[in-house]
């Protein structure tokens, strides 16, 4: 196996074509984050992200995208905003995680949506956790029996909140696409007040990541783009999402509704609509992400993913897991004290290049 590393836009068309054949070749690959336009989008923001491309003789068989971070760390390509992860390959190819880390020249790779099935990478898992997905491959009809009859009093409650919103406030209006900067001004400005709402760090705080998502929905082609959603009632926006769209796979990235109208539960009445339309374009699969109790209603399975750590060496692994652990132990305390913990969430970021607790 040669493996040689490069940045995500020296990429040619050969390594691109290659990828993206991977892709077809195994479903559990087809997220638009295990994409080489993705890769490349992350490239032009974090000078540190890198594609490691594997071959076997004249043959490209793999690629492995991944970010180095101060201190030695490798982790993946975007990572924070990326919720499917792992190595890229052609069937039936294998690789060695401890020669693959060499030749990245990174000691340790650390990873926490990881696809569960690259088993190369399986005795490094510590945890390994459902993530929720809908299959939308029978028609959207399908999809919405199924959901009805598993869920009778959900839909019941969805229908009646629905029609409550319509009277309270106005007609529903859904509008989805790839160009609309001031609806994905106010998105992003309902997730921030949420993020400040629950504690957590703000993750428009960074102006690197708020130009990365403009950036994607600048994107608009056949094979990759980002699509913003947007549910008004009357004039009123009143609940968003931003996905990721690779082929007919989506993969969520943030969804978030304005708290003033909370009780008619807008972000569930605006996916459903979301699911949809993205069904009528030949969309069958959603990666929903991280798992809630209200994906836990709407998904049709899980798939799983994996958190963990490779580590060239034992005293690597030692030193990385216990630095792992203390951080995590000070966000636990932190967080209780929201203004400390923004300050130190920013002091992690510089010193060590990584994201903080809850980013």
Partial sequence: ??????????????????????????????????????????????????????????????????????????????????????????????????????????????????????????????????????????GFGTYQEKLRASSPKFCKNMGWKRRKLERDVGKLRFAMGSCDIPGLRTLMGWKSEQCRRNGWIDVFGRPWIVDFVDHLLAISNDRFGGLISLLCAGETPVAGQFVLRSGNHIAGLFTAYDPGFARYSPGIIQVLQLIAELAATGVNTIHMGPAADWKETLKTHDILMAQGMVANGLLTATAHRVRRAFVSWTGRQLSQHPPLFRAADQLLQHYSGEQGPNA
């Fill in 1 to 138: 196996m040669q493996i040689s590393v490069a940045c995500p836009g020296e990429l040619g068309p050969r390594e691109i074509t290659a990828w993206h054949s991977m892709q077809r070749l195994t479903t559990s690959l087809a997220s638009p984050f295990l994409s080489p336009e993705f890769a490349i989008a992350v490239g032009h923001f974090r000078p540190e992200a890198r594609v490691a491309v594997l071959a076997d003789g004249p043959e490209i068989v793999g690629f492995f995208p991944f970010e180095r971070r101060r201190l030695g760390v490798g982790v993946p390509i975007g990572a924070g905003l990326n919720d499917c992860q792992g190595l890229i390959h052609a069937p039936g190819v294998e690789w060695d995680p401890q020669e693959l880390l060499r030749a990245c020249q990174v000691p340790v790779w650390q990873f926490d949506h990881l696809i569960a099935d690259q088993r190369p990478f399986e005795r490094y898992a510590v945890a390994v956790a459902p993530s929720p997905v809908i299959d939308l491959s029978d």
